[in-house]
C-alpha cells in the first residue's frame, strides 16, 4: 500500500501550474514581436522586453490565487473533469478583466492587447492539457494498484450503502473499501462486493497494524451512542477519520455550524443568499445583466411581438401567478404562446408535447426559450432573479410541498430565469424530484462565480432543450 502524499502532490501541481502560466505568457510574447508570424520587432515597440516579462512577478502569483479561488485546487479524486476545465476558463477570463482594469487605473496605453490575448487563449489550452494529463497520470496509476487509499467502514446503515454506491460508481477515485464493521449485521454479509469482516470491537486490532489511509464511520442512528469511543480509537491510532452521517436526507450538501461559547450548532440548512453582502451583489448583477440582456434583445422582442400580434387573436404578453420568494406571490410575464382559454383551462396542467394549444410562432418561441424574455422585466422589478429555480403556479406548489421532501426550500431565494436545473436538462415535464434536487445544490452551494458559470451554460444549454415545448 502506497500512502497518500497529497501536501507534496499540491506543491508539485503549484509547481508545474506556475511553469505553465509563465511558458504561456514567454510563448504569447514570442509570437507577438519574435516570432515570423507577426513580423514585429520587439526594439522598436512601446516598451521594452524586460517590461513585459517584469509583469510576470504579478502574472504568475496572481493566477495561481485565482486558481484557488476557483477550486483548481481540490483532490482531483471527486473533481469532474468538464467543471474543472469550466473553472480554469473563468480564472482565466477574471485575471484578464484584472489586468485590464489594472493598465486602465494606471493610464498604460503601450501593452499589448494582442499579446494578452494570446497568452488568455494560450494559457487556458496549455493549463487544460497539463491537468488533463496529470488526472490521466493518476488514473493510470491507480488502475495499477498505486496511489490507492484503502478505508474501512464502520457500521452499516444507509449511509454505508450509499458510501459504497459512489466508490464501486467511481473507479478513477482510487478508493477501496477493505470491508465493514458492525455488531449487529452478520459477519460475511456481503453489500456490492463489500463483505462485513467482524464487530466494531475488532478496531483494536485492526488499527495497530497501521494498513488503512481512512476510516469512515458510518453508524447507523442506532449506534450513536458508540460514536465518542470509536472516534477516541481512530485519532489515538493518527489514521484519518471521517464521520458519514446516517441522517444525510436531512443535511445540506455543505453543513453550516456555528460556534455558542463553545457548542457546535449545525444549521439544518445553509443560505449563502441570506448574507446580506451577498445578497446586495447578486441583485446588483440582476440589474446590470437584465438591463444588458433588454439592450441585446430588444428585436428579438420587437420581432416575437409582431409575429404574436399578427399570428393570432389576444394579448402579446402573457401574465400568470407564480409563488417567489418567502412564497410570495407574483405576476410572472412570458410572451403569449397559446391561443387564449378560459382560466379554469389554463390551470389545469402543464404543456405536453404537441400540445394543440401552442401557436405555430409559439412552437418557435418555446423552443428557443424566447417566450421567457419578459421576464427580465421581473428581475429589474424585483420578483426574479437572472440565476435561481424555476418559479412554480400555486395550485402545483400546494401538490409538491405534500409529496416532494424538501420542496418548499426553494423558496428562500429569489426564483430566476435560468437555473441550474434546468442547464442540466430538467425543465418542462420533467423529474419534480430530480429538479428540486438540482435547486437545493444550488441553493445550498451558492456563489458568485456558480451564477457566472450558470449563465455561460445557459448560453449552450439554456436557450434550446428537447424539454421545451
Known amino acids: 500500500m502506497i500512502k497518500d502524499n497529497q501536501k507534496y502532490f499540491n506543491r508539485l501541481h503549484l509547481l508545474i501550474d506556475a511553469l505553465v502560466i509563465a511558458v504561456s505568457y514567454m510563448l504569447a510574447w514570442y509570437l507577438k514581436f519574435a516570432s515570423p508570424f507577426f513580423a514585429s520587432d520587439p526594439a522598436v515597440g512601446a516598451l521594452q522586453w524586460q517590461t513585459y ?237 437584465s438591463f444588458i440582456g433588454l439592450i441585446v434583445f ?32 407574483f405576476e410572472m410575464f412570458k410572451f403569449r404562446t397559446m391561443e387564449v382559454q378560459k382560466p379554469g383551462t389554463e390551470k389545469k396542467g402543464w404543456t405536453v408535447k404537441d400540445d394543440p394549444r401552442v401557436t405555430k410562432v409559439g412552437k418557435i418561441l418555446r423552443k428557443t426559450s424566447m417566450d421567457e424574455l419578459p421576464q427580465l422585466f421581473n428581475i429589474i422589478k424585483g420578483d426574479m432573479s437572472i440565476v435561481g429555480p424555476r418559479p412554480e403556479r400555486p395550485q402545483f406548489v400546494e401538490k409538491f410541498k405534500e409529496e416532494i421532501p424538501r420542496y418548499m426550500v426553494k423558496h428562500q431565494v429569489r426564483p430566476g430565469l435560468t437555473g441550474w436545473a434546468q442547464i442540466n436538462g430538467y425543465r418542462g415535464d420533467t423529474s419534480i424530484k430530480r429538479r428540486i434536487e438540482y435547486d437545493i445544490f444550488y441553493i445550498e452551494n451558492w456563489t458568485m462565480s456558480f451564477d457566472i458559470k450558470i449563465m455561460f451554460l445557459t448560453i449552450f444549454k439554456g436557450f434550446i432543450n428537447k424539454n421545451a415545448y
Open 53 to 289: 516579462f517584469e509583469l510576470l512577478y504579478f502574472i504568475v502569483p496572481g493566477y495561481l490565487i485565482l486558481y484557488y479561488y476557483f477550486n483548481l485546487y481540490t483532490p482531483k479524486r471527486a473533481t469532474v473533469h468538464k467543471y474543472e476545465i469550466l473553472n480554469i476558463f473563468q480564472a482565466n477570463t477574471v485575471g484578464l478583466i484584472l489586468l485590464m482594469a489594472g493598465w486602465y487605473a494606471i493610464k498604460q496605453i503601450h501593452f499589448s492587447r494582442s499579446m494578452m490575448a494570446m497568452f488568455y487563449v494560450i494559457n487556458i489550452i496549455l493549463s487544460t492539457i497539463s491537468r488533463s494529463i496529470i488526472r490521466s497520470l493518476l488514473q493510470y496509476f491507480r488502475r495499477k494498484g498505486y496511489n490507492l487509499k484503502y478505508i474501512l467502514l464502520v457500521g452499516y446503515s444507509r449511509a454505508t450503502e450509499e458510501y459504497i454506491n459512489r466508490i464501486n460508481g467511481n473507479p478513477q477515485w482510487g478508493y477501496v473499501v477493505r470491508g465493514i464493521l458492525d455488531d449487529a449485521v452478520p459477519r460475511g454479509t456481503v453489500y456490492r462486493g463489500v463483505k462485513v469482516i467482524g464487530s466494531i470491537a475488532n478496531l483494536l486490532y485492526i488499527l495497530p497494524e497501521n494498513k488503512l489511509d481512512e476510516i469512515a464511520i458510518t453508524l447507523s442512528l442506532n449506534d450513536y451512542d458508540k460514536l465518542e469511543h470509536i472516534v477516541d480509537l481512530c485519532e489515538k491510532s493518527g489514521v484519518h477519520t471521517k464521520f458519514i452521517p446516517d441522517y444525510n436526507s436531512l443535511f445540506p450538501s455543505r453543513p453550516y455550524t456555528e460556534d455558542l461559547m463553545g457548542l457546535a450548532v449545525v444549521n439544518i440548512r445553509y443560505v449563502p443568499l441570506t448574507n446580506t453582502l451577498n445578497w446586495v451583489a447578486k441583485r446588483i448583477v440582476d440589474i446590470v445583466v
Open 298 to 329: 430588444a428585436p428579438i422582442m420587437l420581432l416575437a411581438a409582431i409575429a404574436i400580434k399578427g399570428s393570432s387573436k389576444g394579448p402579446i404578453i402573457f401574465k400568470q401567478e407564480r409563488i417567489g420568494l418567502h412564497n410570495k406571490p
